[in-house]
């Protein structure tokens, strides 16, 4: 079941970013987040109440919830960067430099959690590394050192934060409830980006987002939860040196949609990157 989880996580973190574009167009990103994040709490909190997990908070070590406040704030700055970088980058661009967190994940679950190294696991990384090395342009890279890219900076950013958060929620929901490890997290999330919002002087732009552009950064909030709830339940059952590249598979999601709705293109480059990326991922499910 952990697989399907994981696969319905990856699915719903692809519509997020496609209605996240849609609710930044105007709308500042790090004022957008931090909305979005009280959409998720809500619904994060009421999947707690259903499956009836909320008895066992009094019960959490002080060591998990330490891990799971970490992975809260690694996830709160991820977002930060992330929605930063897809309000002034592409999002065909921005997603594949997110998903590179894929391989650091990996890397850090086959150390650190001791999930096994083995040659074809290897391989399958090497594989999702050359189809994220294929979908970022040498241009992006160029024009960041030039001081122009600042988004491709935020991109890279948030791809090294999740990556973080993926091992640390690892850690965090060993002996947790799935959902409510998730509720936990998320309080955390909700503090950084509203404070985030009361740094910057922004919380006036609050009331000026308009309803079209709300509506969408709520429905994204509701895309997140289900897909936070999906994601931390497979990677509960499953290793998170999978589940993570599953996870990320998203990106399919993204690309379909993106050319539908921006009539956002790859290039024959960046596509080959995509189908090594998938590929890759779907050997480090299988192997």
Do not use: H
Request: aromatic residues 10%.
């Amino acid at each position: 079941m952990w697989i399907f989880y994981a696969a319905a996580s990856a699915f719903f973190a692809g519509v997020t970013s496609i209605l996240a574009k849609c609710g930044i167009r105007k709308t500042d990103s790090t004022v957008a987040t931090a909305v979005r994040t009280i959409v998720i709490l809500l619904f994060s909190w009421v999947m707690v109440l259903v499956v009836g997990s909320q008895d066992q908070i009094s019960q959490i070590r002080q060591g998990t919830l330490l891990f799971l406040i970490l992975s809260g704030l690694a996830t709160g700055a991820s977002w930060l960067c992330y929605f930063k970088a897809l309000q002034i980058g592409d999002i065909n661009k921005v997603v594949p430099i997110d998903k590179s967190s894929t391989v650091l994940t990996i890397i850090l679950a086959l150390i650190f959690l001791g999930e096994g190294v083995s040659l074809p696991k290897a391989a399958a990384v090497l594989v999702i590394a050359a189809g994220i090395f294929l979908m970022i342009e040498k241009k992006d890279v160029e024009e960041t050192k030039k001081g122009k890219g600042s988004w491709f900076l935020y991109a890279a950013g948030s791809a090294f934060f999740a990556s973080l958060t993926a091992i640390l929620g690892k850690v965090g929901i060993t002996d947790v409830e799935s959902n409510l490890g998730t509720a936990i997290r998320t309080c955390v999330v909700l503090v950084m980006a509203w404070l985030m919002v009361f740094v910057t002087g922004k919380q006036g732009e609050v009331k000026k987002i308009g309803s079209k552009e709300l509506a969408f950064i709520c429905c994204s909030g509701i895309a997140t939860g289900a897909s936070w709830l999906c994601y931390y339940r497979s990677l509960q059952e499953g290793p998170a040196s999978v589940v993570a590249p599953i996870d990320k598979l998203s990106v399919l999601v993204t690309v379909v949609f993106s050319y539908f709705i921006f009539g956002e293109k790859l290039g024959k480059k960046e596509a080959a990157g995509l189908v090594l990326l998938t590929v890759g991922t779907v050997a480090m499910a299988l192997l």
